[in-house]
């Protein structure tokens, strides 16, 4: 929902230009129409297949964000105590949040046991044992999938790759059947699944696939041994288009594919997207401060910077610049680079780009999954605003933070 009207770039209806204006730049802005619709492919391509989409809340976990989600019907995958604090203030059903992640620690286990979350994605026997324990103490009993690791080569960026046996997350699925009979002593769980998340940034869906007839394999064994096993979770990981000319995976396409293996499973399937509902949904809005050239070099410095989005630093991450007023020079190629005191402070190196002078307003494109989430104080830097856009009209979801803000919490 970004284009432009004559030199224009829109959000939706809003003048992108005229929103920087008003609300100062850095900000994310999001559109809500892209993220709803992002969503309903979802919800829309598993109809009758029994589902749940739980959106990743650590994509952009804010309230407005997932408030949206909410009441368009998503269930949530959280990574930490914090984020169910989230799901709850923005109206989210905890019936429907599954807990993924490696470390959770007593007091998450407690917090989410008390709200009666759906199920916990177990990555470890001591957090099953931790789990087991916790639940007996409140009397209840625990839903547990086992994430398990397929060993399978979701070919994306090491950072973001988390499917192989050398990485951190989940139980090899050669062990895994093993697991389960050892967990079937543990009275207060209840095996409602089986998980797997291979990583993010996926091109090519057919790793996830293969996957998926792993644990298709693996809960029909382990439903032959008795477990209830009720769903398959099969993580997110669908990559967006961050390059012009890249092809990311439809869902729809992937959709359909999941139909033909599931179909006569009798499981309800999940799934745990992040950056394909909320990623192409955001961008960062900045302006130039100065132009300069080092030698060669042409220097676009901008008040955007590496504490607002960490990605091209963190993941050599390519984001397109464009715009938000089309000034009619021809394009240079440039740097992009904030005020951080970082040479790894950039946005963009060696782009061929618009000529955007001092004054002028661009976009970071793609911002809206894993940005400002990432975001810092570092170099105190207040971090940006969060704007959404509803059609012709926008909110401001979060404030721009304060001087005051920086220092919340602190004593000379
Ligand atoms: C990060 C994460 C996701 C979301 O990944 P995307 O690439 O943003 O879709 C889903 N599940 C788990 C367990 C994760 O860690």
Redesign the pocket.
Known sequence: MFSYSDNDLYCEQVALADLAAHVGTPAYVYSSQTILSNYRAYDEAFGALPHTV?Y?V??NSSLAVLALLAKAGAGF?I?SGGELARVLASGGDASRVVF??VGKTAAEVEYALGHGIHSF?CESEPELVLLDAMAARRGVKAGFSI?VNPDVDAVTHPY?A?GLGQHK?GIAIERARAVYERARAYTNLSAEGV?C?I????LDASPILEAVDMLVELARQLRAEGAPVRHLDL?????ISYRPGEKAPGVAQFVEGLHAKLRDTGLEVMV??????V?AAGMLLTRVLYRKQNGAKEFIVVDAAMNDLIRPALYHAHHEIVPLRKNGLPPVTADVVGPICESGDFLARDRLMANAMPGDYLAVCAAG??GFVQSSNYNSRPRAPEVLVEGAGYRVIRRRETYLDLMRGETV
């Open positions: 739980c990743a650590k994509a995958d990574v993924s992640g994605n994430r973001i988390t997350f998980s998340h990583g993010s940034q996926i993580g997110g990981g669908l990559g745990e997207p992040g950056r394909s509902i990623g999954a894993y």
